[in-house]
């Protein structure tokens, strides 16, 4: 079926079996009634193309895996990518991360994946950052207590801003590096598309955990 006001280039991307039209419509459900199963849900906002969390989906069968990213044509790509028939364990969606409360209740997320989001420069933009407080309050509403984010970036002033954001959130930080992929976090990295572009520039990859309780959380 067409949706009105659709460009008809991305008809295949809103028949495709992983992509959820209306993610409002699984808040607090989204195990259950999305993926028909009681497994651990992880989200990453700003998902692009799409490379990581699609590897991540294969690798981890027992866990459910949301791609939200605002803009359709790129999330598009990313259901370009995928099998004809869907992957079980993931779903995509076509969404603003401001709404993310009406999306999600409270404690139904074991983790959220932050991967090289617009660092959005200039003072006068602060709030847009996807670590800005305004944001961290709404992830630690909907992250399970031993929840996590996981924060990977390419820009050290954005990487030292967040840093100052998630602490004053009261978020643990844990396994912070300035240079990834020289550090013993590599092994098991997935990379980003922008991860592989900024890394083939040979510039270093900053990287960290913010847990939203004592850091105990499963890995
Ligand atoms: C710089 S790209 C990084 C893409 C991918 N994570 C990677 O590392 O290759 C940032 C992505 O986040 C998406 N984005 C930005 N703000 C968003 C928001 N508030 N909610 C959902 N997606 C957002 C953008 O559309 C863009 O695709």
């Known amino acids: 079926m067409r949706l009105r006001n659709v460009p008809k280039s991305l008809d295949f991307a809103y028949n495709h079996p992983n992509f959820i039209r209306q993610p409002d419509n699984y808040a607090g459900k989204w195990a259950e009634e999305c993926f028909h199963n009681t497994n651990p849900v992880h989200l990453e906002i700003g998902s692009g193309k799409g490379n990581f969390i699609i590897t991540l989906a294969d690798l981890n069968r027992d866990i459910n895996y949301i791609a939200m990213e605002k803009y359709m044509p ?10 004809e028939e869907g992957i079980p364990n ?70 030292e801003y967040s840093i100052e954001q998630f602490e004053a959130a009261g978020f643990l930080l844990k396994d912070v590096t300035y240079d990834l992929h020289n550090s013993s976090f590599a092994e098991g990295n997935i990379k980003t598309e922008y991860e592989e572009k900024f890394t083939s520039l040979g510039l270093p990859i900053y990287m960290l955990k913010a ?3 004592n850091g105990q959380a499963a890995e």
Not at 74 to 83: D, T
Not at 95 to 123: H, Q, R, T, V
């Open 74 to 83: 790129v999330l598009g790509k990313l259901i370009k990518k995928l099998p």
């Open 90 to 159: 993931l779903a995509a969606t076509n969404a603003d991360a401001e709404k993310l409360a009406e999306f999600f209740e409270a404690g139904e997320l074991e983790c959220i994946y932050l991967n090289f989001s617009d660092p959005w420069p200039k003072k006068k933009h602060a709030k847009r950052r996807l670590t800005n407080i305004k944001f961290l309050e709404l992830y630690k509403k909907v992250l399970k207590d031993d929840g996590v984010i996981k924060f990977k970036t390419d820009n050290r002033d954005f990487f």
């Open 211 to 213: 847990y939203k309780g």
